[in-house]
């Protein structure tokens, strides 16, 4: 009698715990999308002073009102692709960019590092959206940024309408 009762307590604990094994191999297909600290920290001032270095694009309505800026690596062929985001590839771009991005007093940005296989360095984002930025892990080499359309709002004491 006491074996059936445990035998059934085990199947029903593994039923309820195969969602969540499933759910790993999930987020698996996604980036880790981390505060810019530890390996790879930085900062943006030395990615802008480096700016070469990275395929930077934008996402937000225009240069002055960005929702996002990534920062794509040029290391090992690996690569972020997107289909939204527009390319930047002026230094006076980028400036004017990074300038409306730290005007918005309500939601200041944060740069964020964006790991894949193993802690692999992709890039950085540096955005206040980050409920928003989300990273599809298409191969080993590539990364999908989904589009960040619009930045925080902050729509004052009484709240949306």
């Given at each position: 009698?006491?074996?059936?009762?445990?035998?059934?307590?085990?199947?029903?604990?593994?039923?309820?715990?195969?969602?969540?094994?499933?759910?790993?191999?999930?987020?698996?297909?996604?980036?880790?999308?981390w505060?810019?600290?530890?390996?790879?920290?930085?900062?943006?001032?030395?990615?802008?002073?480096?700016?070469?270095?990275?395929?930077?694009?934008?996402?937000?309505?225009?240069?002055?009102n960005?929702?996002?800026?990534?920062?794509?690596?040029k290391?090992?062929?690996r690569?972020?692709?997107?289909?939204?985001?527009?390319?930047?590839?002026?230094?006076?771009?980028?400036?004017?960019?990074?300038?409306?991005?730290?005007?918005?007093?309500?939601?200041?940005?944060?740069?964020y590092?964006?790991?894949?296989?193993?802690?692999?360095?992709?890039?950085y984002?540096?955005?206040?959206a980050?409920?928003?930025?989300?990273?599809?892990?298409?191969?080993?080499?590539?990364?999908?940024?989904e589009?960040?359309?619009?930045?925080p709002?902050?729509?004052?004491?009484?709240?949306?309408?």
């Amino acid at each position: 009698m006491h074996i059936k009762k445990y035998f059934g307590r085990m199947l029903l604990l593994s039923f309820l715990t195969l969602p969540f094994i499933q759910g790993c191999a999930f987020f698996d297909n996604y980036a880790r999308i981390w505060v810019a600290s530890g390996q790879y920290g930085t900062d943006v001032k030395d990615l802008i002073a480096h700016w070469q270095d990275y395929n930077i694009s934008y996402a937000g309505l225009s240069i002055e009102n960005p929702s996002a800026l990534l920062f794509d690596t040029k290391i090992d062929g690996r690569s972020i692709t997107y289909e939204k985001w527009v390319p930047v590839t002026d230094e006076n771009v980028l400036m004017t960019i990074v300038k409306w991005l730290d005007a918005n007093v309500n939601f200041p940005p944060t740069l964020y590092k964006i790991t894949a296989n193993n802690d692999q360095l992709f890039g950085y984002i540096y955005t206040s959206a980050m409920s928003q930025a989300v990273m599809k892990k298409i191969d080993d080499k590539t990364l999908f940024a989904e589009d960040i359309p619009l930045p925080p709002i902050d729509y004052g004491p009484g709240g949306r309408s």
